[in-house]
């Protein structure tokens, strides 16, 4: 045996078939999508190689979804638009406060605040009940002009 050889021969390229996929296989991904399916049983389920799958997905020129990745968004938003609906059943019907609580909270992000994290904030709590005169000589009160009431 000779030494100048590699002992492993790399593999030739091979140039990348893309296949077209159908209206079938459009009609899949979208149910996939929407059960909730990852995309790796969805490429499988394709036949799809992970090459094929990402050039398959990729944008057009002008910035475009793919057929692919048009049919995933769908899918993923028709299958979100069910748990919403859902949840929207829950409160009205059922006057669920928990169905509330997490529609506040993931889909319209109620008291998320403006994202400013870096702005302090303030919370007082006051235990005891104090007359308006007892409360300005305990806390320093300011008008929103900035001067101390008289």
Not at 87 to 106: F, P, V
Not at 121 to 128: F, G, K, P, S, T
Request: charged fraction near 30%.
């Amino acid at each position: 045996m000779s030494t100048d050889q590699p002992l492993t021969k790399k593999p030739a390229a091979v140039a990348l078939v893309l296949p077209d996929l159908e209206p079938r296989q459009l009609d899949a991904v979208r149910m996939l999508a929407q059960e909730g399916c990852r995309e790796h049983v969805i490429r499988r389920a394709l036949e799809l190689t992970p090459r094929q799958w990402k050039a398959l997905k990729e944008d057009d020129d002008d910035g475009e979804l793919s057929r692919l990745a048009l049919a995933l968004e769908e899918g993923r938003a028709e299958g979100a638009g069910e748990v919403i609906s859902f949840m929207k059943r829950k409160m009205m019907d059922e006057g669920s406060e928990r169905a509330a609580e997490w529609l506040a909270a993931n889909i319209f992000q109620i008291n998320k605040g403006d994202g400013n994290t870096e702005a302090p904030r303030v919370l007082i709590q006051i235990n005891a009940a104090l007359s308006p005169e007892e409360y300005g000589r305990v806390v320093n009160v300011q008008t929103s002009q900035g001067l101390a009431p008289e």
